[in-house]
């Protein structure tokens, strides 16, 4: 009986080790993913706020009474 319950631990053992490995692969697939994700949302924005002033500075409103 008391080898049947090692065994059942062993076995418990190796079935958490191959769901944390899961886990770690999972959180590495969500850590990429809002990386990227910011990347893609950010990094846009910012290039917006520097290249909307160039591209206004060209243009004359001064006709316009603006």
Same mark, same amino acid.
């Given at each position: 009986?008391?080898?049947?319950? %090692?065994?059942?631990?062993?076995?418990?053992?190796?079935?958490?080790?191959?769901?944390?490995?899961?886990?770690?692969? &999972?959180?590495?697939? *969500?850590?990429? &993913? %809002?990386?990227?994700?910011? /990347? /893609?949302?950010?990094?846009?924005?910012? $290039? %917006?706020?520097? /290249?909307?002033?160039?591209?206004?500075?060209?243009?004359? *409103? $001064?006709? %316009? $009474?603006?």
């Amino acid at each position: 009986m008391e080898k049947e319950i %090692l065994e059942k631990f062993r076995d418990q053992e190796l079935k958490l080790e191959k769901i944390y490995q899961s886990c770690e692969k &999972t959180r590495k697939y *969500f850590l990429f &993913t %809002l990386i990227i994700t910011i /990347a /893609a949302v950010i990094l846009p924005i910012v $290039g %917006l706020i520097i /290249a909307i002033p160039i591209f206004l500075s060209v243009f004359n *409103f $001064g006709n %316009l $009474g603006l």
